[in-house]
């Protein structure tokens, strides 16, 4: 795991001098991602610098340093991630004459570049990447980000220089980095608490998008990212077309084979790794995989919380006493939590609000101080059915839809009416009838579902005069074509919130503390099996997950993980109200809002009376204003 930076400016070249010392400040910003080796490679002439700082996993000797040239010049590459399937693309490169010098999958991977051609070679990776490569003889630049977007890439041309980074605050040194807020990713970020693909917080600078290759000539132009993979073509849409013809049990089998070979792939490393367990079905599938592979006990981490409600400990305990794992836990106190908040703005570098970022922090925290790899369980609520959204969302469709159209009507008409008059009463009640007339109003499945996943919108909008504009998430155009709404949403899901949300989370809290996190359940290959499984594979009553469910069953008993699933949560609500009242009070202030120029201040005002008074609680939609709110304190805009 690593951090890459650089820039090209083909039409403008800076000074060599001046260019040397504006990469290395960039790539010193990325040191905590890679704090073991860094280094920095220009070409003058063509105007183009490649940084990396590493993190070293596969081969940890000075031959495994980047950036790295091919071995006939050709080619120069800075790569952030692995491919595990490198041992086997380098016996396929030796047979053709290829000669090494280290054991790096970098080094495969240059190679790779240089024998088969950029696309050619990614299409036969199995793993995370964000690349840079220079072509010498085309004096080209190509961004490559990897199948499902684990590892994060940032790109962007401001006047004649193009720009790329792992994170955004490694482009802050260079002097031709204009960060210009971006206030159209403003009403995007408060509808989500991210900003979604491919937009970032600044002008100019997008996210290069999960599967899809960049390509900048001499002339500084490009034609824009090309897809080589996508989830509609290459998964959703393609296994649907293409249903598994066999038995569930069939199925199982050939799950459990693909799940114990991405497992095993992961698990190569020169360096110590290990797992991280919440006692839930996904990471608790991941460690009995893990461990039936490993030949000692598999180091397993989990943290808890004083407060029982949101203590998954136990559970975690209990499953790695089962499966005899080497397992450390730390119970977290609610002052340690709170010290992490502010820390965030810093570490994500970009609005990020949710709140499940303090967990992941603090548990890649402790697993750091034993070991420099960890294993989640990532990805099997958005291809297995496993979200509680999902079914919750049917049922209360299921009910409203059982109302004749003209009643739904009528109620959605009498509760919008009743809520101007419930705000002299009690805001709680303003909200009830208000919610009631919303779910009257969209009594189809898909429209309960969106409105589940948006917090502020145009109905209440968080800001003024910024037009609130869609995204994919928000064109039924772009959805898959299933008549299971559920399929529907796990598309839709695994393009949109978990790149953009749980990657991003993951990423940004494991690479703030150095831990290279690897998650097999987003092996692509899982992935494209997964979207060929029908759908009642997946799903039985108002529970998911069944593949998944009964691969783990094998190793450990169903009453250590059938239970109702907590989430990796924190006490927002109370904390809020509590220990961080102030923090946000300031924050939120009516000053603080005003002065930014585009808040709805009284609304916000509103809930935040609200929320501190016994009112309807506000927690997810004041969580994004305040980390907005810390971010613009924070950074340049």
């Known amino acids: 795991m690593c ?62 340093h980047q950036p790295m040239d091919s071995a006939n010049g050709e080619w120069t590459i800075v790569f952030n991630g692995e491919i595990y399937n490198f041992h086997t693309l380098r016996q396929e490169l030796a047979s053709l004459g290829v000669t090494f010098k280290g054991h790096s999958d970098t080094e495969v991977l240059v190679e790779g570049f240089n024998i088969w051609g950029v696309r050619p070679t990614i299409e036969k990776c199995v793993g995370m990447f964000a690349i840079a490569a220079w072509n010498h003889r085309e004096r080209e630049l190509t961004l490559v980000r990897d199948r499902l977007g684990k590892k994060p890439l940032y790109y962007g041309c401001i006047g004649q220089t193009w720009f790329f980074a792992s994170e955004l605050k490694a482009l802050h040194p260079h002097p031709r980095f204009e960060p210009r807020l971006n206030r159209h990713a403003i009403p995007l970020y408060l509808r989500h608490n991210y900003i979604p693909g491919p937009y970032s917080i600044y002008e100019h600078i997008w996210k290069l998008q999960p599967g899809t290759i960049l390509t900048i000539n001499a002339q500084g132009q490009s034609t824009g990212p090309q897809t080589y993979w996508s989830m509609r073509k290459d998964a959703s849409a393609k296994g649907l077309a293409n249903p598994f013809q066999g038995t569930f049990d069939e199925a199982l089998q050939q799950l459990d084979q693909l799940l114990e070979n991405a497992i095993s792939l992961r698990m190569i490393a020169d360096v110590p790794l290990g797992s991280f367990l919440s006692g839930g079905i996904d990471s608790s599938l991941v460690t009995a995989l893990m461990q039936k592979v490993s030949s000692k006990p598999v180091r397993t981490f989990s943290i808890g919380f004083e407060d029982p409600a949101y203590d998954e400990a136990p559970f975690a305990k209990a499953i790695a006493q089962h499966l005899k794992t080497d397992h450390v836990e730390h119970i977290v106190s609610g002052r340690e939590a709170l010290d992490v908040i502010p820390l965030l703005p810093e570490m994500f570098d ?66 919008q009416w009743a809520v101007p008059l419930a705000k002299s009463v009690s805001l709680r009640w303003q909200k009830r009838f208000s919610h009631a007339s919303h779910l009257f109003s969209h009594a189809e499945s898909d429209d309960l579902y969106l409105s589940h996943m948006q917090y502020w919108t145009e109905q209440t909008p968080g800001t003024v005069g910024i037009p609130w504009s869609g995204t994919e998430f928000m064109n039924r155009e772009t959805w898959l074509a299933s008549s299971h709404a559920e399929e529907r949403w796990m598309d839709l899901d695994s393009r949109t919130y978990l790149p953009d949300d749980i990657l991003t989370k993951v990423d940004r809290t494991s690479m703030a503390v150095a831990l290279e996190t690897r998650a097999p359940l987003i092996d692509h290959r899982v992935i494209e099996f997964a979207w060929t499984l029908p759908l009642d594979f997946k799903r039985q009553a108002n529970s998911g997950k069944i593949p998944l469910k009964r691969i783990l069953n094998k190793y450990v008993p169903a009453e250590l993980f059938e239970r109702p699933k907590k989430g990796f949560g924190v006490p927002m609500e109370r904390w809020l109200c509590e220990d961080l009242r102030d923090w946000a009070e300031d924050l939120l202030s009516e000053q603080s809002l005003n002065a930014t120029g585009f808040y709805n201040t009284p609304l916000i005002r509103q809930r935040w009376h609200a929320h ?25 805009h």
């Open 612 to 636: 501190t008074h016994g009112q309807p609680v506000w927690n997810y939609h004041l969580w994004g204003v305040l980390m907005l709110q810390a971010w613009l304190r924070t950074w340049p």
């Open 350 to 415: 970009e609005p990020f609000a949710d709140s499940s970022q303090i967990p992941t922090y603090l548990v890649s925290k402790l697993a750091r101080q034993s070991v420099t790899v960890a294993l989640s369980g990532d990805g099997g609520d958005e291809f297995f059915c496993g979200y509680r959204r999902y079914f919750q969302t049917q049922q209360i469709a299921s009910m409203l839809q059982r109302i004749p159209g003209p009643a739904r009507l009528m109620a959605a008409k009498l509760c």
């Open 3 to 64: 951090g890459v930076v650089g820039f090209y400016s083909p039409q403008a070249p800076m000074p060599l001098h001046e260019a040397e010392h504006v990469l290395r400040q960039m790539t010193n910003r990325l040191e905590h991602r890679g704090p073991d080796d860094s280094g920095c490679w220009i070409d003058g002439p063509s105007g183009v610098a490649l940084g990396q700082t590493r993190l070293a996993i596969v081969d940890l000797s000075p031959l495994g």
